[in-house]
């Protein structure tokens, strides 16, 4: 996918680092759901980002595993506010004052489609400055014939 920029002038680009692209990588889940959660993830980055930020998604497997990394150069989250941000309705101190509009729904919903799907949700300091969220989680092996 090529990258792209939104209204507010945020980059965005989808990447698939696999080595291996000519094997599909298989979940076993809701695709609505999973949808939502990575829907949620990117739109709070590009939306949470500075202007004229970037945001990338990158996909990886290894021995059996999927991560799904969506990663930005904004401003971050403080540490002690990534675990209240996860119940709903809770935002962070800069995005209220960002956007007054935001209901603080979007990691609270990521995080139950990953509990429901027993994948994890992490998130760490990105090494732009900003917030890696991963998505982490068992590949389905594909049955053949």
């Known amino acids: 996918m090529d990258p792209g920029v939104n209204a507010g002038g945020c980059c965005y680009s989808l990447n698939n680092t696999t080595h291996d692209l000519a094997t599909p990588l298989t979940v076993l889940g809701d695709v609505t759901?999973?949808?939502?959660?990575?829907?949620?993830l990117v739109q709070n980055a590009i939306k949470h980002n500075r202007p004229g930020g970037h945001v990338a998604v990158l996909l990886e497997r290894d021995v059996g595993q999927?991560?799904?990394?969506?990663?930005?150069?904004?401003?971050?989250?403080?540490?002690?506010?990534?675990?209240r941000l996860l119940r709903a309705g809770e935002r962070g101190e800069q995005a209220?004052?960002?956007?007054?509009?935001?209901?603080?729904?979007?990691?609270?919903?990521?995080?139950?489609?990953?509990?429901?799907?027993?994948?994890?949700?992490?998130?760490?300091?990105?090494?732009?400055g900003g917030?890696?969220?991963?998505?982490?989680?068992?590949?389905?092996?594909?049955?053949?014939?």
């Open 33 to 40: 759901l999973l949808e939502q959660a990575l829907s949620n």
């Open 66 to 83: 999927f991560f799904l990394d969506v990663i930005d150069d904004g401003p971050g989250i403080p540490e002690d506010e990534l675990r």
């Open 96 to 128: 209220r004052t960002r956007d007054p509009e935001g209901r603080g729904l979007g990691l609270a919903i990521a995080a139950r489609v990953a509990s429901a799907h027993s994948m994890q949700l992490l998130f760490s300091p990105s090494e732009f």
């Open 131 to 145: 917030l890696r969220v991963r998505l982490q989680g068992d590949i389905t092996p594909i049955l053949t014939e």
